[in-house]
């Protein structure tokens, strides 16, 4: 295809089309007289952009009907009272997803992995309970991260066939990399998954069909070393020198090169979102 701006993957748009579907099945349960799904946060100190995460997901949870409910606790509220919460919620029958908002607070005892693992299983929303990592390490079903499960809405949404395909990760967290590699392996793909020690980052690129950067450095995945028609999800959100909000994706020199691009802002953060109404109600379900 010729490489313009209609290579765009707009993530606002797909997302916008996903929660209108939520909304219709979320009045559908209405209807029959079925709970209303209800989705609980937990953010714990004052950091701005985790409180702007919360209330966007909140937001999203009253256009599709979905209860919410919120938990803020201060910075130094220690280990024992986020616990606390998370183990109120696992008993509440009202909530159906739990999300303790990430990172918690820097240099304040918080054990992140001892919080995750508390979470009731069939009320993870998130999908970074351990044993919800294992299923989906074994295929089985379980809440999938949500970003992660974004991105692969976005790569279908592109029309791109994966069976076979060259799929390139840059990055290797918990939360986005090693998940998606493992979906991605899921549908036939060769996966490379790159990271810091990776030798000639621009060669593997060369190679990917797809190539999702998830690695939190600023452009670091120059627009030359795409392969020319490739599909590129760009998870990375950074600040420029200059305060603009960029990827990880030199997007300016890579849109042409590739065959469809997801833009920053406004590609896998509104799906991110989505995903985690979606998780929410499936665990209602």
């Known amino acids: 295809m010729t490489s313009t701006a209609s ?4 993530g606002k748009a797909l997302a916008a089309s996903i929660r209108a579907e939520l909304a219709q099945r979320i009045a559908s349960l209405a209807a029959a007289g079925r709970p209303q799904p209800g989705l609980a946060t937990v953010l714990v100190g004052d950091d701005p952009a985790s409180h702007v995460y919360v209330r966007n997901k909140r937001r999203a949870c009253d256009e599709v009907g979905m209860a919410n409910f919120h938990v803020e606790l201060p910075a130094d509220a220690g280990q024992a009272a986020v616990l ?3 183990q109120r919620l ?3 029958p009202r909530v159906h997803g739990i999300l303790v908002q990430l990172p918690l607070p820097k240099n304040a005892g918080y054990d992140e992995n001892e919080v995750l693992a508390a979470i009731d299983p069939a009320k993870d929303a ?3 309970h351990p044993l919800n990592q294992g299923a989906l390490m074994q295929g089985r079903p379980a809440p999938v991260p949500c970003t992660p499960k974004g991105v692969m809405r976005l790569i279908d949404h592109s029309g791109m066939k994966l069976k076979g ?20 392996l899921a549908r036939h793909c060769t996966v490379t998954l790159c990271h810091s020690r990776t ?14 950067a998830a ?8 627009g030359a070393w795409i392969k020319p028609g490739a599909v590129v999800i760009d998870v990375g959100i950074n600040r ?15 849109q042409p090169r590739a065959g469809w691009i997801t833009p920053v802002p406004g590609g896998v953060g509104p799906m991110t979102i989505a995903m985690l109404l979606e998780n929410t109600l499936e665990n209602l379900s």
């Open 165 to 184: 395909c060259n799929a390139v990760v840059v990055g290797r967290s918990n939360i986005v990399g090693k998940p998606l590699a493992l979906l991605l």
């Open 126 to 128: 998130d999908g970074f």
């Open 84 to 86: 606390a919460e998370v």
């Open 199 to 212: 030798t000639d980052l621009a060669a593997e690129i060369g190679r990917g069909d797809v190539v999702v």
């Open 215 to 222: 690695v939190g450095v600023a452009q670091l995945v120059k």
């Open 7 to 10: 290579n765009l993957l707009d």
């Open 90 to 92: 696992n008993q509440d």
């Open 240 to 254: 420029n020198q200059a305060g603009k909000l960029v990827g990880d994706v030199e997007f300016e020199a890579a």
